[in-house]
C-alpha cells in the first residue's frame, strides 16, 4: 500500500513536493522517474517483498515502461505463472502488472484479483495509463485543464500544483445531501475521480484523455440450484478471499467491531495464520459494541486490544484528521476508523476489516423499506405526484427546517417516482428542502445527476444493492477506510469484497439475501460453520458514532466556534445558522438527524480554513 503521483512534464522538485505530502500513504521509501515528458513518484509502504527490488517507479527489461502504483494484487502468484515468458527481478505483486501489460494490453485489467489504482507510462505509445480496481477500493484524483495533467491518491498532492482553487457548487450539493461527493466529483473544480472499474488513457502528445470501463456489475441468477449450493459456494469462496489476503511479508491483524461482517471476515482467515493475530476494537463514551468483539475475539483466540474515544480525543486531533481527508469530514465515523488505525500501527502494517457485507447481502433496513413502498405496495404514480406537489407549495421554512419537518421528509420520500431516486432518497441526511432552508433561498440543482446508476439490473433488491456498491460503498466508506488507515500507514483488506465474491452476490437469488425480513441471510448461514449464532443472528446494530452526545457535550463550544466562521457566513443564510446554534446551545439535539446537520456544517467549515485559508 502506497501514495502515488505524477504529471506530465518535468519537473523533479515538484512530484519531490507532492511525494512529500504523502508520506504517511507509504513513510518506508519513496522513489522517483522523470525524463522529459512524464514526471512519477511512489511513497512505499513497504508489504510484499521488503527489498530494494520493489522499489518504485518500477520498469521493465528494457526501461520502456514505468509504473507508480497503489494497491495489493492478490492473485499475483498465480499470474506469475502464466507470465512466465517474461522476466522477474522481485518476489513483488507489482512486476506482475508490468508484464501483464505487455502481454495483454489494458486487458491485463480484467486479470487482477485485488485492490489498486496505479499509473503506468508507456514510451513506446507515449501514453500514461490509469486505472482504478473494479469496486474502487482505493482513490485515485486527476486534474486536466488542456495542458496540465497530473494525477495523485490524495486531493491534497495535485493542490502542489498552481491550480484554480476553487469549490465545485455541484459537489457541494451533494455533499449536502449524501455527505459526501457522489460520482466523479469533488469539492475542487476541476479535480475528478477516476470511478471504480474504470480506466484512462493520456496521449502525451495530443494532450487528449480518453476514459473507459473494464468492469461492470452483470446480473445473471443461476436457476435451478438449492439453497445449500449458494451457501457452499459463498463459503468456498470466503475461503479463497480469506487465503489471498494473508498473503503478506508481514504479519496481518484485523478490525473487529463485533458485527456480523467483521466476525465472518476474521473467522475465514484465523484458523490460516500461524501466527500471533491481533485484532483491534474500539467504542465510545456513550456507545460500544466492544461486548461482542470480545465474545468473537475468545471465541478465536485473538490477541484483543481495545480502544475508548472521548470527545477530547476528537478536539485534539479533528484538524489533522480534517486535512488527511480532503473533502469534508461528513461521515464522522472516520474519526473511529482513524483512532483504530493509529492503535494498529503499534502493532501491524495490514489489517483485514468487513466493509461491503451490507451492499452485497442487503443488510440495511432501507432495501426493506423501498420494496415495500415501491415494489410490493405500489403506489400509484398520480398519487406519488399530487403529494409532491402539495409539499411544494409548503413554505421553506416549514418544509426545510430539520426540527419541524420529520413527516414532511416521509412524505416527500414516498412523492418519489421511481426506486432509483426513492433508494437514493433514503441513503441521503439532507432534503432538498433542508439545503434550501440552510442556504435561505430556492435554488435548481439535481443531487442525483452525478450518481452512478447501474446499467441491465433487473431485479429491484439487485438494483438498489448496484447503486450502494457504486456510490454509497465506493465514494462514502471505502474512501473514509482509505484516508484513516492511510493516515496512519496501515493497508486495510477487505475479505468481503474480493471480486469473485462481488460477482458471485449478483448470481445469488434476492431471497436468499433478505429472508423472513432478516438481511444477509445468506451471509450469516455462511458464517455459521466458524461462528456461534449468537454473533451471526443478533439484530444489527451499526457503526455509530455518537456525535448527538458529543455536541451536546464537549464537543459543543468546539462546534459553536467553528458555526460563525468565514465560509459558513459568505455561503449560508445566517437566520438558519443562528437558528442551529441556538438549538446547540439549549442542548436540542433530539435526535442524529439534528445532530447531523450541525456536524455537517462544522466539517464544511473546517474543511474550508484547512483547504482555503492555510494554504495547504
Known sequence: ????????????????????????????????????????????????????????????????????????IYNYIELREELRNHE?????????????YEEWGIDVLKKLRGMFAFALYDS?????????????????????????????????????????????????????????????QTMFDGIKKLLGGHYLIFDLKNKILKIGKYWDIREDIIQNKDENYFINKLRELLEESARLRLRSDVPVGAFLSGGIDSSIAIAFARDKV??????????????????????VAEHLDTIHHEIIITEKDVIREFDKIAWHFDEPVGDAAIIANYFLSKEANKYVKVVLAGEAGDELFAGYGNYKTNLKYFVNLKIPKIVRKIIGKSIELLPLSLKGNPWINRNIRRLYYISHADLIKAHLYTTRGMSDHEIMWLLGKKENFDVYKNAVIPNGIRDPLNLMLALDLKNLLAEKYLMKADKATMANSVEERLVLMDKKIVEFSYRIPPNLKIRNGRGKWILRKAGEIKLPKEILWRKKQGFGVPIEYWIKGELRDYILQHLEGEFLRKNFNRKALKYVEEKIKRKEIENYHHALIAWVLFALEVWHSIYFLNNT
Open 1 to 72: 500500500m502506497c501514495g502515488i503521483a505524477g504529471f506530465n512534464f518535468d519537473d523533479k522538485e515538484l512530484i519531490k513536493e507532492m511525494i512529500k505530502t504523502l508520506q504517511h500513504r507509504g513513510p518506508d521509501d519513496s522513489g522517483y522517474y522523470i525524463d522529459e515528458y512524464v514526471s512519477l513518484g511512489h511513497a512505499r509502504l513497504s508489504i510484499i517483498d521488503l527489498s530494494k527490488r520493489a522499489k518504485q517507479p518500477m520498469s521493465n527489461e528494457d526501461g520502456s515502461i514505468w509504473i507508480t502504483y497503489n494497491g495489493e
Open 88 to 100: 522477474f527481478r522481485s518476489n513483488s505483486d507489482t512486476e506482475v502488472i508490468i508484464h501483464g
Open 124 to 184: 513506446n505509445k507515449n501514453i500514461i495509463f490509469l486505472a482504478r480496481d473494479n469496486v474502487g477500493k482505493k482513490p485515485l484524483y486527476y486534474y486536466f485543464d488542456n495542458e496540465k495533467f497530473i494525477f495523485s491518491s490524495e486531493i491534497k498532492a495535485i493542490l502542489k500544483h498552481d491550480i484554480p482553487k476553487r469549490i465545485n457548487r455541484d459537489a457541494l450539493y451533494s455533499f449536502l445531501a449524501f455527505q459526501y461527493t457522489i460520482g466523479n
Open 274 to 295: 500461524d501466527y500471533d493475530f491481533h485484532t483491534f476494537s474500539m467504542g465510545f463514551e456513550h456507545f460500544s459494541e466492544l461486548n461482542y468483539a470480545r465474545k
